[in-house]
């Protein structure tokens, strides 16, 4: 009984995600996902910082790709502390963007293969990234 309810919420919860990002006002196609805005950003930048950017200490891609897809939100760049030294560093704790690690990459696998900027946030970045927690609660 456990695992049929489980699989039916993973289901229900796929399906609401999906039906969410598709835009019937005005029937324009898929909007934007954002799974990596605000605090999710915090946690999810070590990753492309590291396999991407190879920029941990200073992260200067951030603003860069804010304003490209609009992911630090309205509150400013809160997700990293300016350093002494000049670096930054972010207020989070990386345990969350290891368990995104296999997501991640099959995102920025997808945006290669796909023609999308292979820059961490482009929408198939977004995608693996809403997905994985799914992915976890069903097993």
Request: hydrophobic fraction near 40%; charge should be negative.
């Amino acid at each position: 009984m456990g695992q049929r309810t489980s699989l039916f919420a993973v289901i229900l919860i796929s399906f609401v995600l999906i039906w969410t990002r598709f835009d019937y006002s005005e029937l324009r196609g898929w909007s934007p996902m954002k799974a990596t805005q605000w605090d999710a950003l915090g946690y999810y930048q070590y990753l492309p910082a590291i396999f991407i950017y190879e920029d941990i200490t200073r992260q200067d891609w951030l603003g860069p790709i804010d304003s490209t897809y609009h992911v630090v939100g309205t509150g400013g760049l809160y997700q990293v502390m300016d350093l002494d030294n000049g670096n930054r560093a972010t207020k989070y704790l990386c345990g969350v963007a290891e368990m995104q690690l296999p997501f991640f990459l099959i995102g920025h696998w997808c945006a290669g293969v796909l023609g999308y900027p292979k820059d961490g946030c482009s929408p198939p970045d977004q995608w693996a990234i809403a997905f994985s927690p799914l992915v976890y609660i069903a097993s």
